[in-house]
């Protein structure tokens, strides 16, 4: 059946829609213009640096400046290019088939941040935004990370508690000052995190202001450590 199938509906490259060896996989071509983060990346952020990858630690300008309530980032991919395009057809053009490569491509790069008992928790989106989009691209991403690293998903522990601006256009500081108070524990998040480390997850990271106040929310809710797991990160050079 399943020769049947590939027979009638070949494997298509998820990006231009040439034909592939598997399903949900990226053509040669694709591939080659997909900036993935490999080598030495931040520790904090996930955003790629010039050297070698080593054992030890290194952050990024931007997280040396900034204090970052989590403890450890990684990401997926460089926020330009074919990446740039994915995301958007994603979050934007209902490209849901696009969280199974995406969720592959997170939990490669997710080892360094889990815990035996670390539970996923996608950053929420306010009801006024999900009506619209109709998804929470966030959410779908958790649940299909969880898949992959066999982990459980705690998709509402979060809560959007006012609808933010579009963070497009602003700077540093006025993203900030955007989601300040704007996220925070849902009902009974205390009793069902039960004290345990958090795996936050997000599409993007620009300055890292959405997944700051989604951090201090998991905090609150009493995780023991968060970690962050993004699938582009915005990079200066990029």
Excluded at 21 to 26: D, K, P, Q, R, T
Excluded at 154 to 162: F, K, S
Excluded at 179 to 207: H, Q, W
Excluded at 208 to 222: D, K, P, Q, V, W
Aim: proline residues 6%; positive net charge; glycine residues 8%.
């Amino acid at each position: 059946m399943q020769s049947v199938l590939r027979l009638l509906f070949p494997p298509q490259c998820v990006s231009c829609g040439s034909l592939v060896e598997e399903s949900f996989g990226l053509c040669g071509a694709c591939w080659r213009g997909t900036p993935f983060v490999t080598g030495l990346a931040c520790d904090s952020c996930g955003t790629p640096m010039p050297g070698d990858a080593s054992d030890r630690a290194e952050h990024c300008d931007d997280c040396m400046m900034i204090a970052r309530p989590w403890q450890r980032g990684r990401a997926a991919l460089i926020y330009r290019d074919n990446a740039r395009r994915l995301v958007l057809a994603l979050k934007h053009g209902d490209r849901l088939d696009l969280t199974r490569p995406a969720a592959r491509w997170m939990a490669g790069v997710a080892g360094p941040l889990l815990d035996p008992d670390s539970v996923l928790v996608p950053v929420p989106a306010h009801f006024l935004r999900l009506f619209r989009r109709r998804y929470n691209q966030a959410a779908l991403l958790a649940q299909a990370v969880a898949r992959q690293l066999g982990r459980p998903v705690i998709p509402d522990l979060l809560h959007r508690e006012r609808r933010t601006e579009i963070q497009d256009g602003k700077g540093r500081d006025q993203r900030f000052a955007n989601l300040s108070g704007a996220i925070r524990p849902g009902r009974n998040a205390t009793e069902r995190l039960a004290g345990r480390p958090v795996l936050l997850i997000d599409d993007v990271m620009t300055s890292g202001a959405t997944l700051a106040a989604a951090t201090e929310a998991c905090h609150a809710a009493g995780a023991t450590r968060v970690d962050i797991l993004v699938l582009a990160r915005v990079a200066k050079d990029a």
